[in-house]
């Protein structure tokens, strides 16, 4: 039972390239969540998705888009990355209890 | 506009000593005040959570104190020890179905805990 597993650890990117963070789950959990976390501001929500077939945006969505691909899996994409990008991803999910189960975080630099 | 504020940034307690990190919300709305504890690398895990129907909640070494008139709530580390060392989060969300249990997060407080 591997949690919420996230994919890639570390990736460094030039401004203008496109990228897909990608994010599965193995509990069976309906509920996923993009966040990103900066220094001193916490984890902000990039966007959710309350259930298969279903995405919503969160706090701070401009610039990113998201697919929910089946119940497992919900893919974050850049498309044209930007440095004010640069920032730790973590994907998380959640069944119909209060807690998030969290990933282990992309680590993304754009350059 | 952070909805959720928390000091301090970080702290440095003794082995055995109290950490405390306060919490500070603006939206009546929320229900549900969760900490969350993530050590260097890896991603945040539920530490202890409260609901506004209690004024605190003890799970082993970790309190929460929650005061709703003042919209404020604290986390309290009894007995620190090294391998409490560690960021913590606060955050809130409102449990209302249709919300999405989204969480708010509050900006960090990191500890150490010197032997």
């Known amino acids: 039972n591997a949690g919420v597993t996230q994919t890639p650890k570390f990736q460094v990117l030039k401004t203008g390239q496109s990228m897909t963070l990608q994010c599965a789950q193995d509990?069976?959990?309906?509920?996923m969540y993009w966040y990103r976390q900066d220094p001193g501001m916490g984890l902000r929500l990039i966007y959710y998705?309350?259930?298969?077939?279903?995405?919503d945006k969160g706090e701070v969505p401009n610039g990113y888009n998201v697919s929910r691909l089946n119940k497992r899996e919900f893919s974050l994409r850049l498309e044209s990355a930007a440095p004010s990008q640069t920032s730790v991803y973590f994907c998380?999910?959640?069944?119909?209890?209060?807690?998030?189960?969290f990933g282990p975080g992309t680590r993304l630099t754009v350059t | 506009q952070q909805q959720v504020k928390q000091s301090p940034q970080s702290l440095i307690v003794q082995k055995g000593g109290i950490s405390i990190i306060n919490c500070a919300y603006e939206?009546?709305?929320?229900?549900?005040f969760p900490w969350y504890q993530q050590f260097p690398g890896k991603g945040p895990a539920l530490l202890i959570a409260?609901?506004?129907?209690?004024s605190e909640k003890k799970e082993g070494r970790f309190t929460i104190s929650f005061n709703k008139s003042a919209k404020q709530f604290s986390l309290h580390i009894m007995d620190s020890q090294p391998g409490d060392s560690a960021t913590y989060f606060c955050?809130?969300?409102?449990?209302?179905?249709?919300?999405?249990?989204?969480?708010?997060f509050g900006g960090g407080t990191r500890v150490l805990v010197k032997p």
């Open positions: 998380a999910s959640r069944e119909t209890g209060d807690e998030q189960y």
């Open positions: 998705s309350a259930s298969e077939g279903t995405t």
């Open positions: 939206n009546t709305a929320f229900d549900y």
């Open positions: 509990m069976n959990h309906n509920s």
């Open positions: 409260i609901r506004p129907d209690v």
């Open positions: 955050a809130a969300s409102t449990m209302i179905k249709a919300a999405g249990n989204k969480l708010t």
